[in-house]
């Protein structure tokens, strides 16, 4: 990957100073000095240990009805990956012991209440929950829920609704210390048609329409249907049928379904792995083939935050802030000359696992023994911001210090919010223990993760906080079209205790809302002068006018160590320009990746339009027009690239395709012979070339073709295949 450049901020209690530090990019091979005695070490001796790492070991019976039965919904992820790739029986034995290891709450004691409470839970599940069915009960949506959760706070039955289906809502509580589950949320249960096991209700993919039973019910609007259940059956159910946070407001006039949903689902499944360090399985992983009982670790200490916001045009991004305190950071030293090198890589999925964005930065950086010892002595933060289109996504961060070999990963859950006509929408809350003014050339200069509204914001990466310390609350909001052009947003911050006491408050200053998609920026400067050490809740209100009330949280711990009060040195990643055509790119791309096509197809033309010689874009509409299908405008794309003279050998071959696949045969023979004229011939020529023949009629040319490219490549068993059934043979 591409080496970028980043910028030094470095803050003292009442101001800062931004250096631009330029690190060059070393050629390939390159070595690295450690801080001893300034030996070369290279990389390619990890690489050619990853190359030569043992192949996996079939699973043994055991082993499977472990991994697909015993532990299939407390497993994460990395774990399950993990203990696939062992290589024998004996190293998944000593994983097992080492994932309930991990979660035993009292180890060094003889027995493990984690695994007794699992045990339990799976017993409890195939004996009370299986008899709808005659599968066994742990397989069950209401076994998974008791096995992952555990027991729920209380039970609500509706064995018999008049107009619905059997149903059944269970309370829980969740701590968001320790996972991403609300405080108080709903999971809800039915049965359709009255027969078979209960079936877990997703508001969002199911919807009330799912739970009416008599036929003219279903029939009608799903306002109709919520207003039914809320007067026949109860508050409690019409309000499980829209949302499962208790904390959110359910709308019984548009019974629109909260998105916020698909996160409780996705945090119910990551509940009984939340807490679990899962690091042993990483090291399991890089040593499989010769690992023994006790896996030791060499990890560096890394927090991450993440969250979204948009920029000034109402663009999402995800803002993210790596932060290593002092102890982990590692300067090398070689002829009075001390560095800096760190690797910080970021993943983005969907909630299906696939791959949306990522990338590796490779940060390296030189100082004086002086600057050196500055920076050794206070946490050290990176900051940047990720491009990404609307939606619900895992982020995965990976910090390494090549220096040491320390390395460390954090995973962060983060809804980037769909545009909405018609409801105002809210940014993430963020947290900052400071904010810089920016000056006049900041202001002018590229957008900066975190810096919003004239302002350098220096996020609270950790959740405790220095009694008697001064917070600042930002937050963003987005108006609805048909928000009154007057319409002025009052924010208000204070300090929640558990039992709902404020211990302190402070409003902001009122903001008249911005036209949307623009955002509206709230921020609020919130003392914690008086308020006793222990657990707590901010709190932004946002008065909205004529909708009433919107509320954004965030736990914290106020503590008596004043080290969190130190401001960190923090790293600044460089920034496209805004409207730069590299973006259009960048989110058409990720939208190609969730499978949005229409919409990914919409922000490449948006590019081209703007810049109808940008190359990139071009051939990036091209491939996508090919796979929809849409032959006559790839033609039209690469015709654009042809006359501009940017065509490659491989646009030409795809408008081959499409001439063909569009019915102009005689025109994909002509272009593909120009390919294998003007450039060197290869064996993806020689068969499009073929395939157009053959749609032309010229069965022999193209039989001569396929010849052709078998001689440069004879283990092509689908092209032999081809000339088989052309020449008989």
């Known amino acids: 990957m591409p080496r970028r ?19 060059p990019s070393p050629s390939p091979g390159s070595a690295l000095t450690d801080s001893g005695e300034g030996q070369p070490r290279r990389l390619q001796e990890q690489e050619s240990q990853e190359a030569t790492a043992p ?16 532990v299939v919904y407390i497993i994460s992820p990395m774990e399950k990956s993990s203990f696939e790739m062992l290589t024998s029986d004996g190293e998944r034995d000593l994983f097992i012991e080492s994932f309930w290891r991990v979660r035993d709450p009292t180890p060094g004691t003889f027995r493990n209440e984690a695994r007794d409470e699992h045990e339990r839970r799976i017993e409890h599940s195939n004996r009370r929950l299986g008899r709808e069915s005659p599968r066994p009960g742990w397989r069950s949506d209401m076994g998974r829920i008791y096995i992952q959760l555990g027991e729920p706070h209380d039970i609500v039955r509706h064995v018999d609704p008049r107009q619905f289906w059997p149903m059944e809502i269970w309370h829980y509580s969740g701590d968001p210390r320790t996972s991403d589950l609300p405080a108080f949320f709903y999971v809800m249960f039915f049965q359709p048609e009255r027969a078979g096991e209960f079936k877990m209700y997703d508001p969002h993919a199911d919807g009330p ?41 359910a709308d019984f006039n548009s019974a629109s379904p909260s998105p916020r949903n698909a996160f409780v689902v996705a945090a119910i499944e990551e509940a009984p792995y939340e807490d679990v360090d899962v690091r042993y399985a990483m ?17 560096l200490p890394v927090r991450v935050l993440a969250k979204s916001f948009w920029d000034d045009r109402g663009v999402p991004f995800l803002h993210y802030a790596v932060e290593i305190p002092p102890e982990g950071i590692l300067l090398g030293e070689y002829e009075r000359d001390y560095f800096l090198a760190l690797s910080i890589g970021h993943e983005v999925s969907d909630l299906r696992g696939h791959e949306v964005t990522g990338d590796v930065q490779e940060l390296e950086h030189h100082f004086d023994e002086e600057r050196a010892r500055g920076i050794a002595a206070r946490p050290l ?11 619900i996504y895992d982020a995965s961060f990976t910090v390494q210090n090549p220096i040491s070999g320390d390395r460390a990963t ?44 004239g302002e350098q914001f220096i996020p609270l990466v950790t959740d405790e906080i220095p009694a008697g310390a001064t917070v600042v609350l930002f937050a963003q909001v ?19 205790d558990a039992e709902g006491a404020e211990h302190a408050a402070a409003f902001g200053v009122d903001r008249p809302a911005v ?55 923090v790293m600044l990643s460089d920034e496209l320009a805004p409207g730069n055509l590299q973006e259009y790119q960048i989110r058409g791309m990720q939208h190609v990746r969730k499978g949005e096509l229409a919409t990914a197809e919409e922000m490449f033309r948006a590019g081209v339009a703007l810049d109808p010689t940008s190359i990139g874009l071009r051939r990036a509409l091209a491939q996508l027009l090919m796979d929809r299908a849409d032959y006559a405008g790839v033609v039209e794309q690469v015709r654009e690239l042809a006359q501009r003279g940017a065509a490659l050998p491989s646009d030409a071959l795809m408008q081959s395709k499409a001439l063909r696949l569009n019915g102009q045969a005689q025109d994909a023979v002509e272009v593909a012979r120009l390919v294998l004229e003007r450039w060197p011939p290869t064996t993806l020529a020689w068969n499009t070339y073929a395939e157009a023949l053959v749609a032309f009629g010229d069965t022999a040319t193209a039989a001569d073709a396929y010849r052709s490219s078998l001689l440069l490549d004879p283990d092509q068993p689908e092209v032999e295949a081809a000339l088989a059934r052309l020449t008989g043979q």
């Open 410 to 453: 954090a995973r962060s859950r983060t809804l980037v919010p769909a545009p909405n006509e018609s409801d105002w929408l809210f940014s993430d809350l963020l947290v900052a223990t400071s904010s810089v003014p920016l000056n006049e050339m900041d202001r002018r200069g590229p957008p900066r993760p975190f810096r919003f509204s």
């Open 5 to 23: 450049a980043a910028a030094f901020l470095g803050c003292t209690g009442v101001a800062c100073v931004l250096v631009l530090l330029l690190a």
């Open 515 to 569: 036209p949307g998609p623009q955002p509206t920026a709230l921020r609020v400067t919130l003392p914690l002068v008086g308020v006793p050490m222990g657990e707590y809740w901010l709190r932004m209100t946002v008065e909205l006018p004529g909708v009433g009330t919107r509320t954004l949280d965030q736990q914290i711990v106020v503590s008596p160590d004043a080290a969190t009060s130190v401001v960190p040195e």
């Open 478 to 496: 987005v108006a609805p079209q048909n928000a009154s052009p007057s319409a002025t947003l009052t924010a208000r911050g204070s300090v929640i």
């Open 283 to 299: 090291r399991f992983a890089e040593h499989r083939g010769n690992v023994e009982a006790d896996v030791a670790f060499a990890t």
């Open 209 to 249: 329409r799912a739970l009416a039973k008599q036929m003219s019910l279903q029939m009608g609007e799903e306002r109709t249907i919520v207003q039914t259940l809320l007067q026949s059956v109860g508050y409690e159910a019409a309000i499980a049928s829209l949302t499962m946070d208790l904390a959110e407001r």
């Open 381 to 391: 933060a990176y900051y940047d911001r990720v491009d990404l289109v609307p939606g």
């Open 55 to 70: 192949e996996p070991a079939p699973l043994s019976e055991d082993h499977k009805r472990w991994l697909e039965e015993d």
